[in-house]
């Protein structure tokens, strides 16, 4: 394994890889109303990174066919848009989306309601944000991956919600996927000590229910195996001396 420390150069166009992408995010965040499509998502989402000269990573990544993973309800990541799939009140849906900015690369998630949800679903979405929050507390330079990884689980099951384990966060950078990989659950290893210039996608994928998933016949959609609802959230980060930045939030 090896973890790539990025120069100075390389954190500027990451930075920019992941201003465009939180920009991405927020205008897709707008168009969101029962009666779209996934497909619609797709459309708008591709033609908006490519507005900004920047390349959909996700784009034919190992065959994956569009430029924005939408997935609706117990679907918990890797759906794949469908001009048949309409989004109805009631519904939430996680958009995952990445770009290549000169380069480098820029993946962030986020979980969205379609009209009025129920209490729960609203909850279930909070808190994976929250998640996320509550792991970067601890992406310092000097502490170690599984210091981030375990305050996520424990956090998430405060709540009762199940933690996927079949998919983690990684590094990304050059790749989209780089070392090492980010669990969102703790490990038996405390993991890397982490150092100033390592960038890291953090993305905890929570279940209502069990923390069990499974793939679809498409080969990409997983879903929740009990069928609960499933949010994912998702960030960019660059380890620093002090603070981590949060490169894909405005
Ligand atoms: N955002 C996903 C991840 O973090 C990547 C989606 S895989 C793709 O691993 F094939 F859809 F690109
Ligand atoms: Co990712």
Known sequence: MSVSIKSE????????????????????????????????????????????????????????????????????VHGIPNKHRILREGDIVSLDAGVIYNGYHSDAARTHAIGQISGEAQKLIRVTRECFFEGIKYA?????????????????????????????????????????????????????????????????????GRADVVWLNDDWTVVTDDGSLSAHYENTILITEGDPEILSLL
């Open 140 to 208: 310092k330079a000097g502490n170690h991956l599984n210091d981030i990884s375990s305050a996520i689980q424990a956090y998430a099951e405060s709540f009762g919600y199940g933690v996927v384990r079949d998919l983690v966060g990684h590094g990304v950078g050059k790749a989209l996927h780089e070392d090492p990989e980010v669990p969102n659950f703790a490990q038996k290893r405390k993991g890397i000590r982490l150092r100033p210039g390592m960038t890291l996608a953090i993305e905890p994928m929570i279940n209502m």
């Open 9 to 76: 150069r390389e954190i500027e166009l990451m930075r920019e890889a992941g201003r465009i992408l939180a920009h991405v995010h927020g205008e897709l965040g707008k168009i969101l109303k029962p009666g779209i499509s996934t497909m619609d998502i797709d459309r708008i989402g591709e033609r908006l990174i490519r507005s900004f000269g920047c390349i959909p990573s996700f784009k034919n990544y190992n065959g994956y066919p569009a430029s924005i993973c939408v997935s609706v309800n117990n679907e918990v």
